[in-house]
């Protein structure tokens, strides 16, 4: 099995405008799967932060595929919908860390 084949939306790579929050629009890829790093940038998070949820186990569902992390945009699109409280909450706390 090829991963580009994988990863790959069927039907072509058209890409959509999707609000997840209401607060902004994103352009939904045409892929079915994201690597961490496209994730990250998908739900407006760095890879570290992604990275930080997984080990705590309150990230998005992932898939690993020989060793590489691949993310659902379907199950990225759940998770912050379901999360999104706790993901400001997170995303504040961690700036006003930062701020100290």
Same mark, same amino acid.
């Given at each position: ?16 405008? #999707? ?20 994730a ?32 659902? #945009? ?5 998770? #912050?919908?379901?999360n ?17």
């Open positions: 099995m090829r991963l580009m084949g994988f990863c790959a939306a069927p039907g072509g790579s058209e890409s959509t405008s #999707v609000r997840l929050d209401g607060s902004r629009a994103i352009e939904k890829p045409a892929r079915r799967y994201l690597t961490a790093a496209d990250a940038e998908y739900v407006g998070h760095t890879p570290n932060t992604l990275a930080n949820y997984r080990s705590c186990r309150i990230g998005a569902p992932l898939r690993r595929v020989r060793g590489r992390v691949l993310y659902a #945009v379907a199950d990225l699109d759940e998770w #912050v919908r379901a999104s409280t706790l993901i400001q909450a997170l995303t504040s706390a961690a700036e006003a860390a930062r701020d100290r």
